[in-house]
């Protein structure tokens, strides 16, 4: 089931979400629903509060062969090195901005089924990691941005570096 995305103003994504307690049947339903979401937006990265859910649970996949994943109370356990790039999101429609995010980072979280796991991400996906564990901080890529861009068009030079989350 595809979900109505929370646009930024919704106040729900500036609170910080509350840890998942129970993995259950609930649960599940509630992350195919966001991963189909996500894939149908299109975007990389999707946090529950994006979907008017304050809760710690975030999808991803970037590609690259190795998602989706699944994070329940997601947190990045190390971090090193630092990368430039651009990024958007879901709910903040029509720019990209610049954003320095570490090149690395370790994600400790759990499954949908309650067993923990262990991400090692780098590169965009070090990126998506920490864009989305911020939506559940109440945090948006733009309080980090250096710069923001408007968003023009499909063929617009930037829009082969920008990704939603
Ligand atoms: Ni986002």
Not at 68 to 84: C, D, K, M
Not at 110 to 125: K, L, N, S, T, V
């Amino acid at each position: 089931m595809i979900l109505p995305i929370v646009q930024e103003g919704d106040p729900i994504l500036r609170q910080v979400a509350r840890p998942v307690r129970k993995f259950n049947r609930a649960l599940r339903k509630l992350m195919d629903d966001m991963l189909e979401t996500m894939y149908d937006a299109p975007g990389v990265g999707l946090a529950a509060p994006q979907i008017g859910i304050s809760r710690r649970i975030v999808v991803a996949d970037v590609g690259e062969g190795q998602g989706p994943f699944f994070l329940v109370n997601p947190e990045i356990t190390e971090r090193s090195g630092s990368q430039e790039g651009y990024e958007g999101c879901l709910s903040v429609q029509g720019w990209v901005g610049e954003v320095e995010r570490y090149q690395r980072v370790v994600v400790h979280a759990w499954d949908p089924y309650g067993r923990e796991q262990w991400i090692r991400a780098e590169d965009f996906f070090a990126r998506c990691m920490q864009h989305e564990v911020d939506h559940l901080n109440g945090i948006l890529y733009k309080d980090r941005a250096t710069r923001m861009v408007r968003q023009r068009d499909e063929d617009d030079e930037r829009a082969a570096a920008e990704r939603e989350g």
